[in-house]
């Protein structure tokens, strides 16, 4: 059994359902084991403790959690750990850390460390994906409201709503000392490709640690031609075709006249973005 220095990072607003009770159960379990911890509310993170103090930080929360923790634990000798509480949860899905709150804090204890790569989108960090186009109308047009009244659904209200508007967007995508100008109804770059609970992956060889990242391109130009590729992608047969491409680099700059973007599901904003990929950045507290 691990006996480090925990801080467990908790963010309030994750998820749906009684977040206060969860944190207070959590809390106990750490006390039962006698487990040396320290708990602040993500609001607080910046300016209440020394990071460099603890072996592990645990984030609490969704993937906005584990989004807020990076800048402090990228490329250090410190470990994340995952106890799931948000809308998705889509790196916890992606390495195997449940829900079920005691399991995941046995895990934090007793699991193993796995190396993770991390990307790196001008100055933020990232796990999952950079995306734009529809993928960023979905993601940030839902909002905190319907994300707490109706968990992981309020994403799929949003997407059915973006389906019905779909317009292809100009971008410029330089890769590999080569230039590019499409028009595209998405372009999406993760680290981890895993969506909608983890049923499906815009990455068909999505690898957390292959040092690579994954780009998804969609010229889809109408309900039809999405949903044709949507279903492809849901059932696992992924195909290049005229209105999707997948392809693979270490790096890539994605120019947008239509500026707006998500990172890991933050809302950004930027004409030009530069991504690149940080090989084996990050322990995790995996199975």
């Known amino acids: 059994m691990s006996n480090g220095n925990y801080l467990l990072v908790y963010?309030?607003?994750?998820g749906t359902g009684s977040f206060n009770k969860k944190l207070i159960y959590i809390e106990k379990l750490f006390r039962v084991k006698d487990i040396c911890f320290k708990s602040i509310n993500i609001m607080d993170l910046n300016n209440t403790v020394c990071i460099e103090n603890f072996d592990t930080v645990v984030a609490i929360g969704g993937d906005g959690t584990v989004l807020s923790v990076l800048p402090y634990i990228v490329s250090k000798d410190i470990k994340l750990g995952i106890i799931p509480c948000g809308t998705a949860n889509l790196l916890a899905r992606k390495l195997n850390i449940p829900k079920n709150i005691p399991q995941a804090v046995d895990i934090l204890l007793n699991g193993t460390k796995k190396l993770i790569d991390v990307g790196k989108a001008g100055d933020s960090y990232f796990v999952l994906r950079v995306g734009y186009g529809i993928d960023a109308d979905i993601v940030n047009g839902a909002s905190s409201f319907l994300k707490n009244k109706f968990g992981y659904l309020a994403y799929l209200i949003?997407?059915?709503?973006?389906i019905f508007n779909l317009t292809p967007k100009s971008f410029e995508i330089c890769?590999?000392?080569?230039?590019y100008k499409i028009k595209a109804s998405a372009v999406i770059v993760s680290n981890s490709g895993n969506m909608f609970r983890d049923k499906c992956s815009i990455a068909p060889s999505s690898d957390?640690?292959?040092?690579k990242l994954d780009v998804f391109v969609l010229y889809a130009r109408n309900i039809k031609e999405f949903l044709t590729v949507f279903f492809q992608i849901l059932f696992n047969k992924h195909k290049i075709g005229s209105n999707v491409l997948y392809g693979k680099t270490h790096s890539i700059s994605i120019k947008s006249a239509n500026n707006k973007f998500h990172i890991d599901g933050e809302a950004c904003t930027s004409k030009e973005v530069e991504i690149s990929l940080i090989h084996n950045g990050l322990a995790v507290m995996t199975p």
Do not use: E, F, L
Not at 175 to 179: I, M
């Open 11 to 14: 963010n309030d607003k994750a």
């Open 208 to 211: 957390v640690s292959d040092g």
């Open 158 to 162: 949003q997407g059915i709503k973006c």
């Open 175 to 179: 890769t590999d000392n080569q230039c």
